[in-house]
């Protein structure tokens, strides 16, 4: 915001538009690849810093463009590590970071949209509304500024787009953000396989998001359509179980990815055996695994959680049935960066948002 309103931001263009920019200033192409390098791979914030361009030509750049990332608002640490990141959007909205560290592991959890268009109802996030669709370099910049901000010698290993929003409703920014966070020539180089992107069943873009080589994640949540509809009426009513699980068939027939189920455990909601068993049904035939998400509750939401013997019961079923189930523990609940509690931070200091803001459910969690 403020000052640099005429200079183009370099990290808000994709390579294409770096290469335009390059042929603009009437540059050789393979200055295009230099610059990237400088903003993903050395990841500098100051033009200056660009040492193998001269300083005329740095000048010359500076005149057009500029490096700017978002800026802070909190940092918290959790008692178990896990720390939860607040930035402020150059509109003046907020976004949430979460941070997962798990031995030598760091996994960061990326929000994909300022709030969410879909309604479910265990989640936090949801009841904030959807303020509009994050771009590719706000999702790139949260992995720069967590990786700047770890200690010396620690690097994230991990990435899942399982914060704010639903992913496959802003495609084309997060394939664009995938694609500067796994180039190898000159991007970030994280692997695809280190990537999750996770959906809560919009299923036109699964062929779309397979050709991008990462891991998907479905957020199934419920076994049949009456659970379904009323955990996550949105994509149920344009998706229901049936097409979703068609869809899931065509993607593992046509992937090496296995899928991953995500499953939030409400108390007496889809916790039953016999959601169990029907889970193991559904997914037969299915190459995938199951993580059981125990629900964090939060204030103002009349969701529980199961008690332990409950859960206990329900992953035997399902492992009785033939599938992989783990079992996820919340990470970091006295910062609200836990299960179901992200964005409620990010909405409170938000301006633009209204005062009942909640938040998401999905995936912080480490396998336990
Ligand atoms: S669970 Fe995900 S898809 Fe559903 S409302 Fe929350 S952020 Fe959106």
Redesign the pocket.
């Known amino acids: 915001m403020g000052m640099n309103m005429s200079l183009v931001n370099l990290l808000a263009l994709n390579v294409h538009e770096v290469e335009e920019l390059v042929q603009g200033l009437g540059w050789p192409r393979y200055r295009t690849q230099q610059l990237m390098k400088w903003l993903y791979q050395h990841r500098v914030v100051d033009v200056d810093a660009m040492t193998n361009l001269s300083k005329i030509d740095r000048t010359r750049l500076q005149q057009v463009a500029t490096i700017q990332r978002d800026s802070m608002i909190s940092r918290q640490i959790a008692s178990d590590g896990t720390g939860k990141y607040v930035w402020r959007l150059g509109d003046d909205l907020a976004i949430e970071t979460v941070l997962i560290p798990e031995d030598r592991r760091r996994t960061l959890c990326l929000s994909s949209?300022v709030g969410?268009?879909?309604?479910?109802g265990?989640?936090?996030?949801?009841q904030m509304g959807m303020k509009r669709n994050l771009r590719a370099h706000e999702i790139v910049g949260q992995v720069l500024n967590v990786q700047a901000d770890l200690p010396e010698g620690e690097h994230l290993t991990s990435l899942v787009f399982m914060g704010?929003?639903?992913p496959l409703m802003n495609f084309d920014a997060v394939a664009d953000a995938i694609q500067r966070l796994s180039n190898i020539e000159w991007g970030l180089g994280f692997s695809p396989r280190r990537m999750t992107v996770?959906?809560?069943g919009w299923i036109p873009r699964f062929p779309d998001i397979r050709r991008l080589g990462v891991n998907l994640a479905i957020?199934l949540n419920g076994t049949t359509n009456a659970q379904r509809e009323r955990l996550?009426p949105a994509?149920n009513r344009r998706y229901d179980l049936e097409t979703l699980l068609q869809a899931c068939r065509d993607y593992v027939q046509s992937s090496e990815r296995p899928l991953t189920f995500e499953y939030v455990l409400l108390a007496g909601i889809n916790d039953a055996p016999e959601d169990a068993h029907r889970l193991g049904s559904l997914l037969r035939g299915i190459r995938c695994k199951v993580n059981l998400i125990p629900f964090n509750a939060f204030p103002g939401n009349a969701f529980q959680r199961p008690t332990p013997d409950v859960i206990d019961v329900f992953q035997q079923i399902v492992r009785s049935r033939g599938l992989d189930v783990f079992l996820r523990k919340s990470r970091g609940d006295d910062v609200l960066g836990a299960c179901g509690q992200l964005g409620r931070s990010a909405s409170e200091v938000s301006e633009a948002l209204s005062t009942d803001s909640h938040?998401?459910?999905?995936p912080i969690y480490a396998k336990s």
């Open positions: 949209q969410c268009t879909l309604d479910c265990f989640c936090l996030t949801a704010m929003g639903e996770s959906t809560a957020s996550m994509v938040k998401r459910a999905l």
